[in-house]
Antibody
Framework: EVQLVESGGGLVQPGRSLRLSCTAS????????MSWFRQAPGKGLEWVGFIRSKAYGGTTEYAASVKGRFTISRDDSKSIAYLQMNSLKTEDTAVYYC?????????????WGQGTLVTVSS | DIQMTQSPSTLSASVGDRVTITCRAS??????LAWYQQKPGKAPKLLIYKASSLESGVPSRFSGSGSGTEFTLTISSLQPDDFATYYC?????????FGQGTKVEIK
């Protein structure tokens, strides 16, 4: 069974950094691209970014709202994806979800973690 | 960037009703569209991918159709477990984008 578990959320001051982790199980982690999404309180879903598998260069893509501040990385030996968030703003307050794509072409979120809440406030 | 627009924003319906939600893309996305269901405090759940392919384990009362710029999600006979918020998402190009959501409420 595919499982994704996010951790690392919490309360952080504006301008500070936080790193989220996504621990995966139930599949060969290194074979899959992984993506992060977020949802601000009472709002809709927003894509944050994604990292390809090593077979596709391990390259990344980001939403304009986080590009240059957030970095996604992966450790295939530990089956963990990371979201490093720097220069945090109050508008980054959200539940952050880690996702894995499905088996068909293209990126859609077939598997989601339970989410971890990040609150950016002074 | 591609913009996704869902309608209606809120829908009031009764158990047994046929429900249709529309999603429009600002430019053609072929069939690269997914639909999700989300309940309060929970992660989204994939219902449909590639516009009309039903995800494994999803009840057959859910169906998707459309291509290009106009898509629909249909629930053939609304069940109590279906009261939730529904989102469409395009994956034709980056940045990936969602509609603003449609909340299905009890009438």
């Amino acid at each position: 069974e595919v499982q994704l578990v996010e951790s690392g959320g919490g309360l952080v001051q504006p301008g500070r950094s936080l790193r989220l982790s996504c621990t995966a199980s139930g599949f060969t982690f290194g074979d899959y691209a992984m993506s992060w999404f977020r949802q601000a309180p009472g709002k809709g879903l927003e894509w944050v970014g994604f990292i390809r598998s090593k077979a596709y260069g391990g390259t990344t893509e980001y939403a304009a709202s986080v590009k240059g501040r957030f970095t996604i990385s992966r450790d295939d030996s530990k089956s963990i994806a990371y979201l490093q968030m720097n220069s945090l703003k109050t508008e980054d307050t959200a539940v952050y979800y880690c996702t894995r794509k499905g088996y068909s072409s293209g990126w859609y979120g077939a598997y989601w973690g339970q989410g971890t809440l990040v609150t950016v406030s002074s | 960037d591609i913009q996704m627009t869902q309608s209606p924003s809120t829908l009031s319906a009764s158990v047994g009703d046929r429900v249709t939600i529309t999603c429009r893309a600002s430019q053609s996305i072929s069939s690269w569209l997914a639909w999700y269901q989300q309940k309060p405090g929970k992660a989204p759940k994939l219902l449909i991918y590639k516009a009309s392919s039903l995800e494994s384990g999803v009840p057959s009362r859910f169906s998707g159709s459309g291509s290009g710029t106009e898509f629909t999600l249909t629930i053939s006979s609304l069940q109590p477990d279906d009261f939730a918020t529904y989102y469409c998402q395009q994956y034709n190009s980056y940045p990936l984008a969602f509609g603003q959501g449609t909340k299905v409420e009890i009438k």
